[in-house]
């Protein structure tokens, strides 16, 4: 009696982040699962720490302190990166799916990576200069 | 002759699953496949992988080498070793494993069947077809073939080998996913069909859950397919018609 092997749900899922061997399409692909988690984790973090308005000026203020520390504008630059990759990324997805652009879908993700670089390099500009 | 260190993926019911290495000799021009059937028949002759036409027509052989899907019976030894290391061979990915690099496709068949495929592949039906004339067997004669008839030709593009659900990052993770091959004969089918009940069908069965929408675009089917059949633009297709039909229904057309 053959009893095939198969591999467990995890080892499964985690060929999602598997880019070796792989092509433009897949680390898009990556890239939009990578920074869409980073986005779902950065939301319920934003409203936790909104929840310390409720606290008052008391709560409220320390954190405002540690937001300006240099460590927090880098993690700024982080969520502006995902922000603009998940985006962008995103209309490419869109475009695709309405049968758009189909046949140049890995120059749309170049042209759109390089948009997103730019909006990155000026907005970590505007956040340390500013 | 080429000395190849065959590093292969092994498997059989009831023990652990791991690597052999077999050092086999293959001729310079030599593709994968014969690299395998020499670690067969020089080293074990208990190592099983699929194979039949040995050129690019059946698609059973697919399998990955050194982690990439292709059909070792077109891919030479020299494209993929470069005379360091060992030449990885192991089984399609997405695919339960029966023995060694033999994988179940009967999943795989049964949702190519359930697009009710009539797939003919224009390359060969814009060929003119010829068959061996009466007589000293050398010449050849054209072949008519029934006004409507050559539309229900089984032969296509898509060789059924398997690769693109490999390849395919969702396939990882949903079983019930029709996958590429299967949507793109839809697509094909939908292309190919006059009657528009059939046509409405067929977008219905792209339809759903586990049809068109499971798809997250990664692409990798298109990239990987061995026979160009571009399952990823059938899908984009599929889904551009299944907007515009909902599109024209919203407005009671």
């Known amino acids: 009696m053959l009893t095939p092997l198969q591999p467990s749900r995890v080892r499964r899922a985690a060929r999602w982040a598997d880019v070796r061997h792989r092509g433009l399409g897949m680390i898009a692909y990556v890239l939009n699962r990578i920074t869409g988690i980073g986005l779902v984790v950065y939301l319920y973090l934003h409203l936790a720490v909104l929840s310390l308005l409720a606290g008052g000026p008391g709560a409220w203020d320390p954190f405002i302190t540690l937001a300006r520390s240099p460590l927090f504008l880098v993690l700024d630059v982080i969520l502006i990166a995902g922000w603009l990759i998940n985006g962008l990324n995103g209309v490419r997805v869109t475009l695709t799916g309405f049968g758009v652009g189909v046949g140049s879908q890995k120059a749309m993700f170049v042209g759109l990576m390089v948009v997103a670089i730019a909006g990155l390099i000026v907005m970590a500009l505007m956040v340390f200069g500013g | 002759m080429l000395d190849i260190p065959l590093k292969v993926f092994r498997y059989k019911t009831g023990q652990a699953p791991g690597y052999d290495v077999f050092r086999v000799q293959v001729a310079e021009t030599a593709n994968v496949l014969d690299a395998i059937e020499a670690a067969w028949a020089q080293h074990d002759r208990t190592l099983t992988f699929r194979h039949a036409c040995h050129h690019a027509s059946c698609g059973s052989c697919a399998m990955r080498i050194n982690g990439v899907e292709r059909l070792p019976c077109i891919t030479p030894v020299r494209d993929v070793y470069r005379g360091q290391g060992e030449l990885l061979i192991e089984p399609l990915r997405n695919f339960p494993i029966v023995s060694d690099l033999v994988v ?150």
């Not at chain 2, 067997?137 to 409507?148: H, R, S």
């Not at chain 2, 969702?170 to 996958?179: H, R």
Request: aromatic share 8%; charged share 25%; hydrophobic share 40%.
């Open chain 2, 104 to 253: 179940d496709v009967s999943g795989f068949f049964r949702r190519m069947s359930a697009s009710s495929l009539v797939i003919t592949r224009t390359a060969e039906t814009t060929l003119p077809l010829t068959a061996d004339a009466p007589g000293d067997g050398l010449a050849t004669q054209p072949v008519q073939i029934a006004e409507g008839l050559a539309r229900f030709n089984r032969f296509e593009n898509c060789v059924e080998c398997g690769i693109c659900i490999s390849a395919c990052p969702t396939m990882a993770t949903s079983d019930k996913f029709l996958g590429p091959a299967a949507l793109a004969g839809i697509y094909r089918a939908r292309l190919e069909c006059d009657d528009p009940a059939e046509k409405a069908r067929l977008l219905e069965l792209a339809d759903g859950e586990h049809g068109v929408w499971r798809c997250h675009s990664g692409w990798e089917c298109s990239a990987a397919c061995p026979q160009n059949v571009n399952p990823a633009e059938a899908i984009m297709a599929l889904r551009r018609d299944l907007i515009w039909h909902r599109f024209k229904k919203l407005f009671g057309r």
